[in-house]
């Protein structure tokens, strides 16, 4: 086995003392964890238990909050909705970094007007948010199957 010399037993005793010294500062320096859940979660659980969350957005957003979440990603269809769920959001110190929309992509006749819908969405939510992602998922077609020509679209 080989002999540690006198150099490297200083070294390793000199990083061990500061290691506790230097873990503070960079644990000190970490953001907090920010935990967000989506609005679908708590309009599923609301339907569970009878009741509706979007008929009382306000009351919904205030046990979001109660719950601990820091934020929401909420569902935003239109550029109204954006304008009355955020200060909704605000109200109740939730962040929105990001939101959810649906948009009709197999219809080449609905295909332009709901993409500027989601970008004029987008637009406004991060005007008055921290609006990082936009989740956009494709209309499914209820007991059908899209299509080939569809899915191409």
């Given at each position: ?30 953001p ?27 009351t ?14 909420a ?14 959001l ?7 970094r ?6 009709t992509l197999?219809e080449?006749?609905q295909?332009?007007?709901n993409?500027?819908k ?29 299509t ?6």
């Amino acid at each position: 086995m080989p002999r540690t010399s006198r150099r490297d037993f200083l070294q390793i005793v000199a990083a061990a003392a500061s290691a506790p010294l230097t873990s503070r500062f960079v644990f000190a320096a970490k953001p907090q964890l920010h935990v967000a859940c989506n609005q679908f979660c708590w309009i599923n659980m609301y339907q569970r238990h009878g009741k509706n969350f979007n008929a009382d957005l306000d009351t919904g957003f205030a046990e979001v909050k109660k719950s601990g979440m820091d934020g929401v990603e909420a569902m935003l269809g239109s550029v109204a909705a954006a304008d009355q769920i955020v200060p909704l959001l605000n109200k109740h110190g939730l962040a929105m970094r990001s939101c959810y929309t649906g948009a009709t992509l197999h219809e080449a006749d609905q295909v332009q007007a709901n993409i500027d819908k989601v970008v004029a969405t987008s637009a406004r939510a991060k005007e008055l948010t921290d609006l990082r992602i936009v989740v956009v998922n494709p209309t499914p077609l209820r007991g059908e199957t899209k299509t080939d020509a569809q899915l191409a679209t």
